[in-house]
């Protein structure tokens, strides 16, 4: 190896000696430190990257511009494929999303759609079902002489809870009140703290899907309606 004394600038090479040769100096060198390991393994990653990239470089400067993609039907049918993945992934996320909810908003969703159903229900016949018709009046008929402006059905089966539970209804006690309709929830128990109740607003629900209303048999083609 070659040293250069720090005093006089005189080149030695080999063994460093214990003073300069030129100015009798004493000279430390210090010891030459063994490389880190990890360092020396992520430089090596660094300049394979480098030299990838550059590579990368090279072979876009040399192949020329391809026809396919300066036409618009390349591009039509990239965005194309994008919505078809873009829908795909929606779906399968809105399925798991669905399955991660738990038994207490899943209760709570029907309990809306059963009181939305109710208040229309409530818009062609007048009044809620009774308590001898129960819930059962959304899907099936209760009888033309009962319910003469009956246009159901407003859903198309009628649902138990995620604890295989019924879900408890009662018509109002005053004219203008709301019906009662709850899950008992996971205790099983009716009038307990756990029981779920669906949200008062969803009893009504306005009069924008009158113009468009269509029976359930109608709206849900294939799916088994109950006929009295």
């Known amino acids: 190896m070659t040293y250069r004394c720090p005093y006089c600038k005189n080149l030695i090479t080999g ?40 590579k990368k470089m090279e072979l876009q400067g040399v192949i020329p511009a391809s026809s396919l993609r300066k036409s618009p039907r390349f591009y039509m049918g990239v965005v194309l494929v994008l919505a078809v ?24 969703n029907n309990l809306d759609v059963l009181a939305e159903a109710l208040g229309r229900y409530r818009f062609h016949a ?32 009628l649902p138990k809870d995620f ?22 929830g996971p205790d099983r128990l009716p009038n307990t703290p756990d029981d779920l109740k669906p949200d008062p607003a969803r009893f ?3 009069t924008e899907w009158t113009n468009g209303w269509l029976r359930a048999e109608d709206r849900l083609p294939g799916v088994r309606i109950y006929k009295p």
């Open 204 to 206: 009504d629900p306005g």
């Open 163 to 184: 604890w295989d539970n019924p879900y408890v209804y009662a018509p109002p006690e005053t004219p203008d009140g709301l019906p009662t309709l709850f899950s008992c």
């Open 126 to 157: 007048g009044e809620y079902p009774t308590a001898q018709q129960g819930l059962a009046a959304l899907v099936r008929d209760p009888g033309i002489e009962k319910v003469p402006d009956w246009n159901g059905p407003y859903i198309s089966h």
């Open 85 to 108: 993945i873009g829908v795909l992934v929606l779906s399968r996320s809105d399925n798991s999303m669905d399955r991660k909810r738990s038994p207490e908003l899943r209760a709570l």
């Open 15 to 54: 063994e460093p000696p214990p003073a300069c040769l030129s100015c009798g100096k004493t000279m430390v060198v210090p010891k030459m430190r063994e490389p880190n390991p990890r360092i020396a393994r992520y430089r090596t990653i660094e300049k394979i990257w480098r030299e990838t990239e550059q």
